[in-house]
């Protein structure tokens, strides 16, 4: 059992401190929640719970209500409250999360949002967030190979590009000059490898890089044809703002696909559509 995770469970019993839940399995473990109207007793209903605390008596707290972060992820929090000792950030819990002095980082102010990583704090054994989420970053190894599929969280601009965060601990990169949409702060998006650099950075890809790119664009622009009943308004002279609102790909690729396809005899194209063949002359 680790605070900061969420677990299955059933519901076993109301008692004069709350609701009490156990864990599914061979050695269940009680779970002691604080009532609540949208989730009414039933004898044996299974629930997901966020476990968030060990009381000085041994008992398991945790809440039917999610959070909006997870144990030692890394989420943009809003700042609720700032005290002498901390900071208090919201959630989604009804108990703010609290992040002491020796872990702000920065001039954060109330209605600020900063990204904060969710730690277990050994000393008092409760969760606790921290703004200074670098402290855990790891330099990336060979597990990290080019054209593998990642989850980057955009971090912030930077002069290059985009800092990026990458499956939480990995520090990264996307260049300025090969991404075809801007970025958003905050935004989870999925990415790809395409090198990892000495100091153990990753230089990230918003597209697949290298050989089956295009195949892997041409069978996703296959797909949107054959959606839109045969026919799609997209073509050569289409602006790259909107094949990339369309099918999440840049032009560049989108040109690739098109060949591909148009070679292989499954589309016609012109300057603004391209539509299926079907083995005649169309």
Same mark, same amino acid.
């Given at each position: ?7 299955? /469970? ?16 061979? #050695?269940? +473990? ?18 997901? &719970? ?28 809003? &700042? ?18 609290? /992040? ?26 409760? !969760? ?45 990169? &996307? ?7 801007? !970025? ?11 090198? &990892?650099? #000495? ?58 696909? +098109? ?24």
């Amino acid at each position: 059992m680790e605070p900061g995770n969420i677990y299955t /469970c059933r519901m076993v019993r109301i008692d004069t401190d709350g609701l009490v839940l156990e864990t599914l399995g061979d #050695e269940p +473990v009680e779970i002691y929640t604080k009532p609540d109207l949208k989730y009414p007793f039933s004898e044996g209903k299974t629930e997901k &719970v966020f476990l968030w605390l060990r009381d000085a008596e041994g008992r398991w707290w945790g809440s039917m209500k999610m959070p909006d972060i997870l144990i030692n992820d890394v989420e943009f929090l809003r &700042v609720a409250a700032e005290t002498n000792i901390g900071f208090f950030f919201d959630w989604g819990l009804e108990k703010q999360l609290f /992040c002491p002095l020796s872990h702000v980082l920065g001039l954060p102010r109330v209605d600020m949002v900063m990204p904060v990583r969710l730690l277990l704090d050994e000393k008092t054994n409760r !969760l606790m967030g921290s703004m200074k989420w670098k402290k855990n970053t790891l330099p990336a190894g060979e597990e990290y190979f080019r054209s593998k599929e990642v989850e980057i969280l955009v971090m912030e601009p930077v002069e290059l590009g985009y800092s990026v965060l990458i499956d939480k601990y990995y520090l990264g990169i &996307v260049y300025a000059n090969q991404t075809f949409k801007p !970025l958003r702060t905050g935004q989870k998006i999925k990415a790809f490898v395409n090198k &990892v650099r #000495e100091d153990g950075k990753i230089d990230i890809l918003l597209q697949r890089p290298g050989y089956g790119e295009v195949d892997s664009a041409a069978d996703d622009l296959l797909m949107f044809i054959e959606n839109a009943n045969g026919r799609i308004s997209l073509g050569d002279k289409s602006p790259a703002e909107l094949i990339y609102s369309e099918l999440n790909m840049s032009k560049k690729t989108f040109k690739k696909a +098109v060949g591909a396809l148009y070679k292989e005899g499954r589309i016609g194209i012109s300057d603004h559509s391209i539509w299926l063949l079907n083995g005649e002359d169309d």
